[in-house]
């Protein structure tokens, strides 16, 4: 036996943490065993498909799996998907992508995500491949066999070209080609383990039908569940405004973490950190603002140091979470109707900064206590309250929007 991994059922325990289904779970244990007994680490593949560059934490949640395999001795693979970017992938998807990238767009997005991910994946320890180097050597004759391989019925089963398909949406030929050359990667890289999400299922089984008919060990999917975002009901994403990107600064991201919804807090300690379930389940039955500023700490301090991660806590507290002002208050130009005016009406004011997105939240802003004037957030009291216009006056909107007013361009 080698001594290069751990015990087999230490490995499971590690695994198990923040994996949703392992298809087949029964295959997984015989793998490790294997390994373990010739001491031949397991090939674990992910696979990214560049069409942006922004890494948030719903991203990382396999990636961390990924670096967890690699402590435990195995072999990491990362395929980047410069091939199947091209197509985009359909999963989820209610219609084809509007825009397909371009390859100079793909290259340029793999760079910067690979920058990204080296900062959970220690990528001199992995193996790093474009899934262009195979696709872009076959021939039509080689495509037309792949292709023959998988039957329109199998490609029906798939949620998403099931569902388009029911309500008479497109389903392009271009699409289709995606989850079978996704599945030939893992025939390429010969790999043991595949991770990423339960939408995946589909591509992760074919994956194993591609394999078998080459004489290959079939790989076993590993899949997490969906970290949901900021509003605590889909999944994280940029384009819903819901995420936090690893690349934020460590106070940006601290803001965020205070947003959180208290329901998802477990996920998120059981998905971003190393933290024992049983410290964070006592952590979730005290305070749960105390809960969160821990989760924050710990998951900034993945990416920054412990001392940053503990400065932006900080610095939330005194200036959320306590009393102390903000360190970087904008200020905003008095529009120019309201020039050389002495005084404005408050819930007026408060719209024409944009600290309100019309005079009627204004209102309702006043009306529940929200709104405040100067360093010492003197209550406003009514909507019509006259504000008297001073250059360098702190106007306040909650306690996370405020600015100083700007009198002179």
Known sequence: MSASFPPVEEQLQIIRRGVEKIVPEEELRKKLQASFESGTPLRIKYGIDPTGIDVHLGHTVPLRKMRQFQELGHQAVIIIGNYTALVGDPSGR??????????????????????????????????????????????????????????????????????????????????????????????????????????????????????????????????????VGLDGVRRMGKSLGNYIGISEAPYEMMKKFMQLPDSVMGMYFELLTQLPMEQSERLLAGHPKEAKLTLARDVISQYYSADEATAAADRWQAEIGGSALPVD????????????????????????????????????????????LGEDKAAITAAEQEIELQDGLLIWAGRKRYCRLKLNS
Request: aromatic share 6%; net charge negative; with cysteine.
């Open 94 to 227: 209610d219609e084809a992508r509007s825009r397909r990238l371009t390859a100079e767009e793909v290259e340029n997005n793999a760079r910067d995500y690979l920058n990204q991910v080296g900062r959970v994946v220690d990528l001199s320890r992995a193996e790093i491949h474009r899934n262009g180097d195979w696709f872009s050597r076959m021939e039509f004759s080689d495509v037309l066999n792949l292709c023959g391989r998988v039957t329109i019925a199998q490609l029906l089963t798939r949620d998403d070209f099931a569902r388009r398909y029911r309500e008479e949406k497109a389903i392009f030929l271009h699409e289709c080609l995606y989850p079978v050359m996704q599945a030939w990667d893992s025939v390429e890289i010969r790999a043991d383990i595949e991770l990423g999400g339960t939408e995946q299922l589909y591509s992760f089984m074919l994956a194993r039908d591609l394999q078998t008919q080459q004489n290959l060990s079939p790989q076993i999917a590993v899949m997490s569940p969906i970290l």
């Open 329 to 372: 208050i904008p200020e905003v130009q008095l529009p120019a109707e309201l020039q050389g005016q002495n005084s404005v009406p408050a819930f007026r004011l408060l719209s024409a900064l944009n600290l309100c997105s019309s005079n009627g939240e204004a209102r309702r802003l006043i009306a529940g206590g929200g709104a405040r």
